[in-house]
Structure formats: structure tokens, C-alpha cells
């Protein structure tokens, strides 16, 4: 009997382009999308839908760095609603009260919503620390200022090797080239090295914290490092741990430019 081919339901294809399937499943799926005309259009529906959803979110949700600031204004709101609700008028105000905490809860929704949607983002745009740890070398400060900031991928590093690379993280032979590029977690330009555990897939497009967001930062933190303002190992060690907070830190904002 011919086996029967399972295709990938909404389910999975939320799970696969959100970031929140195993590497395994997701090179299985995305391997049977190469040849599975139906699924590759179910992706492409969903993904449509998921980013609209997401574009309506980003336009009320607060920066991450202000949910604190959020929280107060909603704590501030309900105060002052609570102080107009006056005894003799309560049945009269007791209908926009509820109205009151139903736009409340609404609002909490969406920024639960954006915030899960900002950490998938944010997710996608990290390496797997498991995976890509960070790797550098003894090298003398004058050496590194003397290189200037070109990362530029080493010439050494191999098409093998590369491809090793996105093998680790599951990501198929179509989206190698149109959507990430091989790059340095440390940048020699701050001392990193061209082992497998600093190289990662880094996408272009498909976050705002992409490869040109961390351009910028490499060059900032190599100007800032050779003019003595930073520390070389605080600069290796924040670009390792969580580059696009050390983007936040040095460039003030919550968003690349």
C-alpha cells in the first residue's frame, strides 16, 4: 500500500514560523515544502495573516523598554475611574465602569500578545547559545584598531563549513542564500574567531534586528573600544550574551534605526 503523505496543518505552521518547533521538525517540514505546492501556499496564507496581525499589535503596544511605564498609566486609569464612580451616581456609572476594565483587559491582551510576538522576534534573531557560544583569540588592542572594522566573512572560512552551520540550525538549502548569511557572533574586529561555535545564520529580513541592526553595532562597539571608552572583554562578552541588548544599551533606542 502507498503511504499516505501527511501534510503540515496551521498548527505547525505557526510553530514553524514563529520559531517554536525542535531543528528536526523543522528541516523535516521544510524539506517536504520544497516539493508540496498546497503547504508552501498554507505557509504563505498564514505567514500573511500572522504578519498583518503582528503590524496591528507593534501599532498599540508599547516598547519593551517602556512596559513599566505602560503599567503605571493602566494603574493610574482605573484610579481614576474608581474616584468619579460617586455613591448616589453608581447604577448610572456602574455600565462605563465595566466598559472601563473590559478596555483594560483588552489592552493587557495585547500587550501579552506583542510581547510574545516581540520575544519570537527577538528569538529568531539570536543564536543558540548551545549551538554558537562565541569564540576568541589572545590579540593586542593596537593590532585591532590598526584592522579597522571590516567583518567581512574570512575567505578561510569554508563552504563546508558553512554549510555545516546551517545544517545545525535546520534551515534548508532554499532560504540559505535569500534570507541569511553566515556571520560571526564575536566579530574579528573585537578579537572573535573563525570556529564554528562564533559562526551563525543570521538573517536579513525577517526581523528588524537583522544582519545590517548588528553592522551598525560591531562598528559602534569597535570605535568605542579602540577609543578606550569600552573594555574589549565587556564589549566581547555583551555582544556574546545578547547583542541586540547591547544594541539597545549603546544606541539609546529600543528599535534599530
Given at each position: 500500500m502507498k503511504e499516505r503523505?501527511?501534510?503540515?496543518?496551521?498548527?505547525?505552521?505557526?510553530?514553524?514560523?514563529?520559531?517554536?518547533?525542535?531543528?528536526?521538525?523543522?528541516?523535516?517540514?521544510?524539506?517536504?515544502?520544497?516539493?508540496?505546492?498546497?503547504?508552501?501556499?498554507?505557509?504563505?496564507?498564514?505567514?500573511?495573516?500572522?504578519?498583518?496581525?503582528?503590524?496591528?499589535?507593534?501599532?498599540?503596544?508599547?516598547?519593551?523598554?517602556?512596559?513599566?511605564?505602560?503599567?503605571?498609566?493602566?494603574?493610574?486609569?482605573?484610579?481614576?475611574?474608581?474616584?468619579?464612580?460617586?455613591?448616589?451616581?453608581?447604577?448610572?456609572?456602574?455600565?462605563?465602569?465595566?466598559?472601563?476594565?473590559?478596555?483594560?483587559?483588552?489592552?493587557?491582551?495585547?500587550?501579552?500578545?506583542?510581547?510574545?510576538?516581540?520575544?519570537?522576534?527577538?528569538?529568531?534573531?539570536?543564536?543558540?547559545?548551545?549551538?554558537?557560544?562565541?569564540?576568541?583569540?589572545?590579540?593586542?588592542?593596537?593590532?585591532?584598531?590598526?584592522?579597522g572594522d571590516d567583518d567581512d566573512l574570512d575567505p578561510s572560512v569554508s563552504a563546508s563549513v558553512q554549510t555545516a552551520v546551517f545544517h545545525e540550525y535546520g534551515i534548508a538549502n532554499a532560504a540559505r542564500e535569500k534570507d541569511f548569511q553566515v556571520d560571526y557572533l564575536i566579530n574579528p574586529q573585537l578579537g572573535g574567531t573563525n570556529d564554528i561555535h562564533n559562526l551563525w545564520p543570521q538573517p536579513y529580513q525577517s526581523t528588524v534586528w537583522n544582519a545590517r541592526a548588528k553592522d551598525a553595532l560591531e562598528r559602534h562597539l569597535h570605535q568605542m573600544v579602540c577609543e578606550r571608552k569600552v573594555d574589549l572583554a565587556e564589549a566581547q562578552r555583551e555582544i556574546a550574551t545578547n547583542w541586540i541588548a547591547a544594541y539597545q544599551k549603546y544606541f539609546h533606542t529600543a528599535k534599530p534605526a
Amino acid at each position: 500500500m502507498k503511504e499516505r503523505i501527511r501534510h503540515m496543518d496551521h498548527g505547525e505552521a505557526l510553530r514553524l514560523l514563529d520559531g517554536e518547533m525542535s531543528l528536526a521538525d523543522a528541516a523535516h517540514w521544510r524539506t517536504h515544502l520544497q516539493g508540496c505546492d498546497a503547504c508552501a501556499a498554507m505557509l504563505a496564507e498564514t505567514e500573511s495573516t500572522s504578519n498583518a496581525v503582528k503590524g496591528v499589535v507593534y501599532e498599540r503596544a508599547e516598547p519593551v523598554w517602556g512596559q513599566e511605564q505602560a503599567n503605571e498609566r493602566l494603574r493610574l486609569r482605573l484610579q481614576e475611574t474608581s474616584e468619579t464612580v460617586k455613591p448616589q451616581r453608581a447604577g448610572l456609572l456602574l455600565p462605563r465602569v465595566r466598559y472601563a476594565f473590559a478596555a483594560c483587559a483588552v489592552l493587557v491582551v495585547l500587550l501579552g500578545v506583542a510581547a510574545h510576538y516581540r520575544s519570537q522576534s527577538v528569538l529568531a534573531a539570536l543564536p543558540n547559545k548551545n549551538l554558537t557560544p562565541g569564540a576568541t583569540r589572545e590579540v593586542e588592542l593596537a593590532e585591532l584598531c590598526a584592522a579597522g572594522d571590516d567583518d567581512d566573512l574570512d575567505p578561510s572560512v569554508s563552504a563546508s563549513v558553512q554549510t555545516a552551520v546551517f545544517h545545525e540550525y535546520g534551515i534548508a538549502n532554499a532560504a540559505r542564500e535569500k534570507d541569511f548569511q553566515v556571520d560571526y557572533l564575536i566579530n574579528p574586529q573585537l578579537g572573535g574567531t573563525n570556529d564554528i561555535h562564533n559562526l551563525w545564520p543570521q538573517p536579513y529580513q525577517s526581523t528588524v534586528w537583522n544582519a545590517r541592526a548588528k553592522d551598525a553595532l560591531e562598528r559602534h562597539l569597535h570605535q568605542m573600544v579602540c577609543e578606550r571608552k569600552v573594555d574589549l572583554a565587556e564589549a566581547q562578552r555583551e555582544i556574546a550574551t545578547n547583542w541586540i541588548a547591547a544594541y539597545q544599551k549603546y544606541f539609546h533606542t529600543a528599535k534599530p534605526a
